[in-house]
């Protein structure tokens, strides 16, 4: 096995050569379908290790994945659609959290006789823009600014707890003004590559966005005893988000043959 990955390794070069006997012309692939992964982050956090983060789709950082596809109208302009779904904590992971807080803010006094469940991770982003392209024979451009929408969804949740040592039941509900979070998105995006052979390019991906969230939780408290009830903003989320991303992404390329290089 090892010597058979010794020969495969040392036969690339040929390969590479190989396939350079196949690469298109310049400007002339017409479409394009990609699937892409990487990591995004932002500098500028919009948690607030508050209880309730554990409560929405959202993610200051995670890996996506990124399937995308471009059609050239001209040679060198075309236009493009992706698709960026963000994987962040798992369901899981969120249940834990959550749990742990509750824990934490309220286990000293009260007994916690309710389990929450934690959010799932649908954070995900829609955009479409336009994309220029510069190509060589073996190496490629692609500078690109799309518009689009940043989305996740928030949830509600009910815990019950009883004083330790006492009568007292309380009924804690933490509650979003709605549960879909819709986000007008500018991004901004650059990618370099290469052509493998005449269909399979390799590209490096760098994109920026920005997206400015708006939504706050409100905590309702009903002792079930006495029957009064308080309801406060617990938690308010409004900040400018601006995220970095890189990765790599294939595309599939279909050429035109009534391109030529220009």
Request: proline residues 5%; positive net charge; glycine residues 6%.
């Amino acid at each position: 096995m090892k010597r058979n990955s010794i020969i495969l390794f040392l036969l690339l070069p040929a390969q590479v050569a190989l396939y350079g006997q196949r690469l298109p012309q310049p400007y002339t692939t017409k479409w394009q379908f990609g699937l892409g992964a990487g990591f995004n982050f932002t500098p500028s956090p919009l948690l607030q290790q508050q209880l309730t983060d554990n409560l929405a789709g959202y993610s200051d950082h995670g890996i996506y994945i990124m399937p995308n596809t471009t059609f050239y109208l001209w040679p060198h302009w075309g236009v493009s659609i992706i698709v960026r779904p963000m994987l962040g904590k798992t369901t899981q992971q969120k249940q834990d959290r959550y749990q742990n807080s509750l824990e934490a803010s309220y286990s000293e006094k009260y007994y916690i006789h309710t389990l929450p469940q934690g959010s799932s991770g649908d954070y995900i982003q829609g955009l479409f823009g336009a994309v220029y392209r510069l190509e060589k024979e073996r190496w490629l451009l692609y500078s690109k600014l799309y518009i689009g929408v940043s989305s996740f969804s928030t949830y509600n949740d009910r815990i019950l707890l009883k004083e330790k040592d006492a009568h007292t039941i309380l009924e804690i509900q933490y509650e979003p003004p709605h549960s879909a979070n819709d986000y007008f998105t500018i991004a901004p995006a650059l990618s370099a590559g290469f052509k493998l052979n005449s269909w399979l390019f390799v590209n490096f991906d760098l994109m920026t966005t920005y997206y400015r969230p708006e939504f706050y939780y409100t905590r309702t408290i009903t002792n079930q005893v006495s029957g009064q009830t308080d309801t406060e903003v617990f938690s308010r989320y409004k900040k400018d988000i601006v995220t970095v991303s890189g990765g790599v992404s294939l595309s599939f390329a279909v050429t035109s043959r009534s391109w030529r290089k220009r």
